[in-house]
C-alpha cells in the first residue's frame, strides 16, 4: 500500500512560490491517481489538484485554478505541487492522496473516499 509523505512546506511570503512534494515509498505508485487537499484553520478540507496514473488529465479545484500545477514523476514515484504567487489565503496543511479510481469531476467531495493520506505539510503565507 502506498506510503506517503510530504515535504516542501514552509513560511514563505506573500506573492512568492513553492514547490511540494510528495514521495511514495510503496511499490505500485502508477497505479495510484495522485492528489492535493489542504486544510486550513477552522476550515474543512479542500481537494486542491488531482493528476491521473500516468499524469495526464490534471485536475483542479476551483480555488487552484491559474496558480497551482499538479506533477508526477513515476519513475521517482513522487507528486508535485507547484504553487506561484502565493497569498495568505493558501496557508493550510497540504496533504498528498491516493486512490486505485479517478474520480473525474467529482473530486472536490472524495474527501471521505480517498484511500490513503499522507500526514501533511505545512504551507504558511505572511502577509
Known amino acids: 500500500q502506498p506510503q506517503l509523505a510530504e515535504s516542501g512546506g514552509g513560511l514563505v511570503q506573500a506573492g512568492g512560490s513553492l514547490r511540494l512534494s510528495c514521495v511514495d515509498s510503496?511499490?505500485?505508485?502508477?497505479?495510484?491517481?495522485m492528489a492535493w487537499f489542504r486544510q486550513s484553520p477552522g476550515k474543512e478540507r479542500e481537494f486542491v489538484a488531482a493528476?491521473?496514473?500516468?499524469?495526464?488529465?490534471?485536475y483542479y479545484g476551483d480555488s487552484a485554478k491559474g496558480r497551482f500545477t499538479i506533477s508526477r514523476d513515476n519513475a521517482r514515484q513522487t507528486v508535485y505541487l507547484e504553487i506561484n504567487n502565493l497569498t495568505p489565503e493558501d496557508t493550510a496543511v497540504y496533504y498528498c492522496?491516493?486512490?486505485?479510481?479517478?474520480?473525474?469531476?467529482?473530486?472536490?467531495?472524495?474527501?471521505?473516499?480517498?484511500?490513503?493520506w499522507g500526514k501533511g505539510t505545512l504551507v504558511t503565507v505572511a502577509s
Open positions: 492522496a491516493a486512490d486505485h479510481r479517478w474520480y473525474g469531476s467529482t473530486w472536490g467531495s472524495r474527501d471521505h473516499d480517498i484511500e490513503y
Open positions: 510503496g511499490r505500485a505508485f502508477s497505479s495510484y491517481a
Open positions: 493528476v491521473s496514473w500516468s499524469g495526464g488529465s490534471p
